[in-house]
């Protein structure tokens, strides 16, 4: 029984990240949408989630998409992909505000599920 509930993790989230890249994928704004960037966060997924340890490839990640947000329009719609994502995968919002400084990269934009897009 276990093992099915283990098996049946990666499933459930290739389904909720598909759903939400079907969803997401359509707005864009400063020619960046979320199915261009919340791929780049898979290597996060574990370490968001409570699952490991954080990764040099999630460092990696983040870093990269530090690099993206260059203006505040891309830095909001960041923001609310991110948002969704960790609503849908159960990010942990300690370990999303833990990140930065575990990766020793000062981000742009707040890397919190609970934070106000807009503000």
Sequence with gaps: MMQD????KPFVFVIAFILL???LGSSQSDDISCTEVVPLLIPCRSYL????????DCCTAINSVNQI??????????????????????????RSR?????????LSFPFDPSVDCNS
């Design 5 to 8: 509930m283990n098996t049946r």
């Design 98 to 106: 833990q990140l930065p400084q575990l990766c020793n990269i000062n």
């Design 49 to 56: 989630t409570g699952l490991a340890e954080i990764s040099p």
């Design 69 to 94: 947000a260059i203006t505040t329009e891309i830095r909001r719609k960041l923001c609310g992909c991110f948002e969704s994502v960790a609503n849908l995968i159960g990010v942990i919002p300690e």
């Design 21 to 23: 890249l079907s969803t």
